[in-house]
């Protein structure tokens, strides 16, 4: 077990902790500004799945990483105008909305894949983000590796931070997209249209989620499997409740869920004491373990998950 | 007043059905710069919709709006905010957990836009809330500021957007009294300063002594508008609800032999937030006895309701009911010792809104035969009692197969009448039992407790409305931050003192 300790197995678990995380923050990023206006989209887990595939496409095709990137993006926004269009028209439950964009990612993604490579279960390579070292600051001992020798895709995530926590609290639109969230008929009387700021932010939350997915197939494996999102989606909704809707709270969760991930990776390679299934199934007990553990702490918006409908007799 | 003037806001002909029920038919209405024009009406006599189409949340079905003469269209809050309209909302439209400054510039483009600058919003806010003389910290978060505080930034929120036309719905329904006498102090500044506003109310009193007209709906329709120097409280009254109204009910002393039913000793009770908001209150309620509780909403008297009723525990002290401690025992069990509770929230506590009346009204017996007989609901035998109890309570429509959300406000609390007195309960504690309610359902909740009072029961009462604790109190007690400040008997009540312990202050 002394392998655990040397610095090479150190840096190597927390630079995978870091790749790992970056989907689930991309994720979760995109969920909080959903989340924000009052929308649970528990969908994501879908676009990123859909998101994932499309990127390989995007990528073979033109033989270009960014157009699949692109192409992620796209399909995410498809998916998430499609949940407002339920949700905020047509006023349907988001939970259930959110399961059946699921069920349909899963298939058809299953379906199109098979069409496009055949039954052989995975893609051929295609052209993907490769790790790019930061002049300088990869050079530093321990934290230069971990940190700053990442894919583009996984510094964007990373980026995203500090610019979703800006566009949250530091601009009007934040401020909008907040009241919606906490008191839509307040936000509806101040002149702000609720409709239009939810459809934004959950399209823009299911953009982040389809990038998420590239970076599963265009940073991580560079090939698709069938579920390749395997209830990252799901991972991310908690590191959204975890971190307490803040981007910043969102990193540390993802950061830890990912180290957890990459933990057990190296655990099943070393260990020969536990089956593999069961060290598999590290970062989930982690959410669970995470959510029964702000039970009671974490303060949703007010009106998250319910539909906004103005028309009511008025007594 | 000169007519000659273009009116600041005419709305005519306005007409406006909702399924069921026409709630604005052919409506005229005006308001002058420079006036305070009260719009009085009963509770679902349409008020609400008028001002909801004025400041585009509602679409009427017919009429016409105009602005300083000029015909306007509105379709939404943006169209009346740009036409100067504003609207301080009887549910305040804030979103607590943003600051006060956050609250105002919601929605709108201050310079910067789309980023916002706090600082710069700080300052100018800051600057609105010393013109308007009003003591607020414009980064609070507003759930931490008093109800009163929460008004004011309402007011601010209005007037930054510089509405020259103010809606205030129900505005002194959350008010201590000392707080409205600021807020009309506040009103007739406005006035002066040559804003328009409308005040809309059900208080007969504060509408007479306020306003410059008023304009009486009664189910949809304008009754009158008359001028306050031309009418008095019963006229607008008969106006108001189509009938002559009893305001002072007869209120014999009690004759029967008297004992506690109620004896609260040293009760302590948490509130959501682990704060002490019932500090150490010791009480007794005899049988034949009305004891009012008076107070400002959120000094511990929903907690001490709670308590009482077993939906939350205290953290000391006793609660005896005829002599047995109930302390710590669950609302069912209480409810069985012959308690009933008209809860602060019907709509919440009082009735399950989807469910039907005759369903509510056996929320408590319902496992018990009659209603269930070998586990099954016997659905005629239920039915045919809430047919009983319609008719003894005069709920209308006397449907019991209606649900609930579909009876009007004064209607549902007799649902819950019907279901909590039926059982000719020892103790009934009844908070705000009339909060909401217009003048004739007003007027028949209180019949209904000063019957059982009569009949023997011990009544506790908690309610903001200082009218209504007078006028049914045999004790009044005045709850100040979680204690029993003064408590007066009938015949000794001074109603400055108790607005004075009621706002904190010390009587000597």
């Not at chain 1, 980026?159 to 401020?175: C, E, K």
């Not at chain 2, 006498?181 to 007739?188: A, E, G, M, N, S």
């Not at chain 2, 040293?266 to 004891?291: Q, W």
């Not at chain 2, 007027?443 to 000063?450: D, K, M, Q, S, T």
Request: with cysteine; aromatic share 8%; charged share 20%.
């Amino acid at each position: 077990m002394e392998v655990l300790f040397t610095s090479d197995f150190l840096i190597n678990l927390f630079s995978a902790g870091v790749r790992l995380a970056a989907p689930l923050l991309m994720a979760a990023l995109g969920e909080i500004i959903a989340e924000r206006s009052g929308l649970l989209n528990i969908g994501i887990e879908g676009a990123i799945l859909l998101g994932a595939l499309f990127a390989v496409f995007g990528s073979d095709f033109s033989g270009s990483p960014w157009v699949g990137a692109l192409s992620a993006i796209l399909t995410g926004a498809a998916l998430g105008l499609v949940f407002a269009f339920i949700t905020v028209t047509l006023g349907g439950d988001q939970v259930v909305t959110g399961t059946a964009i699921n069920i349909l990612a899963l298939g058809l993604s299953t379906y199109l894949f098979r069409l496009a490579y055949g039954l052989e279960g995975f893609s051929h390579e295609v052209e993907f983000f490769r790790p790019l070292a930061i002049p300088l600051l990869s050079e530093i001992p321990f934290i230069g590796p971990i940190f700053f020798k990442q894919s583009f895709l996984v510094y964007l995530a990373f980026i995203f931070v500090p610019v979703v926590a800006y566009y949250l609290f530091r601009t009007m639109w934040g401020l909008s997209l907040r009241a919606a969230g906490d008191h839509p008929r307040a936000a509806d009387t101040m002149g702000i249209n609720v409709a239009r700021t939810r459809y934004v932010a959950v399209t823009i939350g299911g953009m982040l989620a389809g990038l998420a997915g590239s970076i599963l197939t265009l940073s991580h494996l560079n090939i698709f499997v069938e579920n390749i999102s395997a209830g990252r989606g799901f991972i991310a909704l908690a590191a959204v409740v975890f971190g307490q809707w803040n981007p910043a709270g969102a990193m540390f969760s993802a950061l830890l869920f990912g180290i957890a991930d990459a933990l057990q990776l190296r655990l099943q390679t070393i260990s020969n004491v536990l089956p593999y299934q069961l060290l598999a199934t590290i970062p989930y007990i982690l959410t669970v373990l995470a959510l029964v553990g702000v039970v009671g702490r974490a303060y949703p918006p007010k009106a998250l998950g319910k539909p906004y409908l103005r028309e009511e007799r008025g007594s | 007043m000169t007519t000659d003037k273009i009116p600041l806001l005419e709305m005519r002909e306005i007409t406006k059905r909702f399924p069921g029920i026409l709630a604005n038919d052919h409506i005229n209405f005006s308001v002058y710069a420079g006036e305070i024009h009260s719009l009085l009406g009963e509770n679902g006599a349409g008020k609400s919709t008028l001002m909801n189409i004025l400041y585009g949340l509602v679409a009427p079905d017919s009429g016409k709006v105009f602005v300083r003469g000029k015909e306007v269209r509105i379709h939404s809050p943006l169209d009346a905010i740009d036409k100067g309209i504003g609207m301080v909302h009887q549910h305040f439209m804030l979103v607590d957990r943003l600051s006060v400054v956050e609250n105002v510039v919601i929605g709108t483009k201050p310079p910067g836009y789309p980023a916002f600058r706090k600082e710069a919003a700080v300052k100018r806010i800051s600057q609105l809330i010393e013109e308007y003389g009003f003591d607020i910290d414009a980064l609070m978060p507003v759930h931490l500021l008093s109800v009163g505080q929460q008004q004011r930034v309402e007011i601010i929120k209005a007037l930054y957007r510089g509405a020259d036309l103010l809606i205030l719905d129900e505005p002194t329904a959350v008010l201590t009294p000392p707080e409205v006498v600021d807020l009309f102090r506040l009103l007739r500044n406005l006035r002066q300063a040559g804003h328009g506003i409308i005040f809309i109310s059900h208080k007969l009193n504060e509408t007479l002594e306020n306003s410059d007209q008023i304009t009486v709906i009664r189910q949809g329709k304008v009754v009158n508008t008359v001028l306050p120097q031309n009418i008095d409280r019963a006229g607008l009254a008969s106006l108001m609800v189509g009938r002559d109204v009893l305001f002072d009910l007869p209120h014999p002393p009690y004759s029967g032999k008297q004992h506690a039913v109620l004896n609260i000793q040293n009760l302590k009770v948490l509130d959501d937030r682990k704060i002490e908001a019932v500090k150490d209150i010791s009480i007794e309620v005899c049988n034949g006895e009305v004891f009012g509780i008076a107070g400002v909403d959120g000094n511990g008297q929903s907690e001490l309701v709670e308590a009482l009723t077993g939906l939350r525990q205290g953290t000391g002290g006793k609660i005896m009911l005829g002599g047995v401690e109930i302390t710590g025992k669950s609302p069912g069990e209480i409810l069985a010792q012959g308690v009933a509770h008209i809860p602060e929230d019907r709509q919440v506590r009082g009735l399950v809104m989807g469910f039907r009346v005759d369903e509510n009204l056996i929320l408590h017996d319902y496992g018990r035969p009659p209603f269930t007989r070998r586990g099954l609901l016997q659905h005629k035998e239920i039915y045919r009692w809430a047919r009983q109890r319609a008719q003894d309570f005069d709920i209308r429509p006397p449907e019991p197969r209606l649900q609930a959300r579909q009876l009007s406000g004064g209607n549902q609390q007799k649902v819950v009448l019907a279901r909590e007195l039926t059982k000719n309960p020892r103790l009934i504690i009844a908070v705000p039992p009339t909060r909401g309610l217009d003048v004739g359902a007003t007027e028949y909740v209180h019949r209904a407790l000063l019957d059982a009072r009569a009949n023997g029961a011990a009544v506790l009462l908690v309610s903001t409305e200082l009218e209504e604790v007078l006028s049914l109190s045999d004790t009044v007690a005045v709850m100040y931050e979680g204690r029993i400040v003064g408590t007066m008997q009938r015949d000794e009540i001074d109603i400055t003192r108790i607005g004075l312990l009621m706002g904190g202050g010390h009587v000597d």
